[in-house]
């Protein structure tokens, strides 16, 4: 079943949900993209990896990966016959090193960089977090560079560089490799569909398009989310404008209507 919205669906922004949709969406969009651009270029799905302390990581998703064992006692086990051995108690930590995956376009022959495009999650959105300032080095380091960049942010929730504040639920940049040139910016509300942008390559390609609608309704499909998004609950934070949620309501009551079904308590 598709998404009951046109666009973007803002139940997907849940941090705890987040990281399995952006890593979704990397993977659709360097797919597609790969196929657009070889054999003259190809894709890469890199990481970023920093560390990042347990208050920052305290309103994410926590994934038990790492473990602090207490002591045990330094007695010999005194058991009698039948009884059950005394474990030894394990208690899970927030894991502190965050990996945070993009996408680079290369040059078959050269093997440099021709664009980089990102998806942004909450860790690079938070003001002050070690995500937020690896995230803006990296910008600031690509859009110095003679190679494109392209950010793509879904979420609404979160820090935005000035020339996109506050314009619009959702947004995709592009800056050109070319010094000097102006910002190339889709803004997106959350009753529109996500529009198809440039992914620039180096002369003479041309662009090639990137459907993000498309990309978008693929993964919410392949991922199933229709049966596992709870639509009875609160959007995530922010929140949403009056007309917005008269809006947003409206959808999931035809959705209700025409699958009764997909109602869950």
Known sequence: MPSPFPGMDPFLEEP??????????????????????????FVEIEERVYI????????????????????RSSKPFQEAPGTITAPTLVE????????????????????????TLEVLSPF???????????????RRSVMSSAAHWIEIDLLRAGDRPPEVAAN?????????????TPFE???????????TIAVPLHPPFADVPLNLQQVFDTVYVRAHYADS????????????????????????????????ASDRE
């Open 92 to 115: 899970p930590m927030a894991e502190l090193q965050v990996r945070d995956r993009y996408i680079e376009i290369r040059d078959t022959r050269a093997r440099e960089v021709v664009t």
């Open 124 to 138: 690079n959105k938070a003001a002050g977090t070690q995500g937020r300032t690896a995230f803006l080095r990296k």
């Open 52 to 71: 990042i302390s347990p208050d920052e990581y305290s309103s994410q998703a926590i994934v038990p990966d790492v473990y602090l064992v207490r002591g």
């Open 229 to 260: 998004v709870d639509y009875t609950g609160q959007v995530p934070l922010p929140p949403l404008r009056p007309a917005d949620t008269i809006w947003l309501n409206s959808r999931l009551q035809a959705r209700s209507e025409a699958d009764p």
């Open 16 to 41: 705890a949900r987040w990281a399995g949709v952006h890593s979704r969406l990397i993977n659709a969009i360097s797919e597609v993209v790969a196929e657009l651009v070889s054999p003259t270029f």
């Open 185 to 195: 910016v889709w803004h997106i509300d959350l009753r529109d569909r996500l529009p």
């Open 168 to 180: 619009s639920d959702y947004y995709a940049l592009l800056k050109r490799g070319v010094l000097g």
